[in-house]
């Protein structure tokens, strides 16, 4: 049973155009994101997190939004770079203690010149 | 900067051999974490630590164990490999509960 989902196994932008990585979760009691890039035989790298007390973190060209009553959050990147084009895990955190983060399948984006 | 280094990038095994996969941390990190990853299923937990000589199951623990005898390393074991156990591996610490730092990865071949 996937806690965290994300839909879209892929995903192919074009240079300069907004990337949308959309992911849901099924645990009301997730109350922290994260997100993460992996590029090929590398280990995975923090992009970007929220705190479920807000909706939106911003970093440069990379922003989370948080719908907490649809359960769902996306991540935008904008302009698209063909450097973007890696796989992204979404990730979530929940507020019992020590648990380990819970990461959904990922989603390849290729971002084409 | 954080660093976590594992012991070899490519690994090259055959059925029923024992494997050791080694994980180091520098960062004086408490949690440590070993995960597969392979095409369309994401990253499965496989075992974590939260403290020197302790272990917890994580998803997929089956065919593995871990060993964590010194704070900054975690080994994971394959007892007898299979062709199943071919994968990506990847080990992670952190700090708290929230942000993970991921080694390199080591690319298992179980023949």
């Known amino acids: 049973d996937q806690q965290v989902k994300q839909n879209s196994p892929s995903l192919s932008v074009q240079e300069g155009r907004i990337s949308i990585l959309n992911c849901d979760y099924t645990?009301?009691?997730?109350?922290?994101f994260l997100w993460y890039k992996k590029y090929p035989a590398e280990g995975p790298t923090f992009l970007i997190s929220?705190?479920?007390?807000?909706d939106k973190n911003e970093d440069g060209r990379f922003t989370v939004f948080l719908n907490k009553s649809a359960k769902h959050l996306s991540l935008h990147i904008v302009p698209s770079q063909p450097g973007d084009s890696a796989v992204y895990f979404c990730?979530?955190?929940?507020?019992?203690?020590?648990?380990?983060?819970?990461f959904g399948k990922g989603t390849r984006l290729s971002v084409i010149a | 900067d954080v660093k976590v280094t594992q012991s070899s990038r490519y690994l090259v095994k055959r059925t029923g051999e024992k494997v050791f996969l080694e994980c180091v941390q520098d960062m004086d990190h408490e949690n440590m974490f070993w995960y597969r990853q392979d095409p369309g299923l994401g990253l499965r937990l496989i075992y974590f630590?939260?403290?020197?000589?302790?272990?917890e199951k994580g998803d997929i623990p089956e065919g593995y164990s871990v060993s964590r005898e010194k704070k900054e390393r975690f080994s994971l074991i394959l007892e007898s490999a299979s062709t199943n156990q071919t994968s990506m591996y990847l080990c992670?610490?952190?700090?708290?509960?929230?942000?993970?730092?991921f080694g390199p990865g080591t690319r298992l071949t179980v023949l």
């Open positions: 645990n009301s009691m997730f109350d922290y």
């Open positions: 990730a979530a955190l929940l507020n019992s203690g020590n648990t380990p983060l819970v």
């Open positions: 929220i705190s479920s007390i807000k």
């Open positions: 992670a610490s952190s700090l708290g509960e929230v942000e993970q730092f």
């Open positions: 630590s939260y403290d020197v000589k302790m272990k």
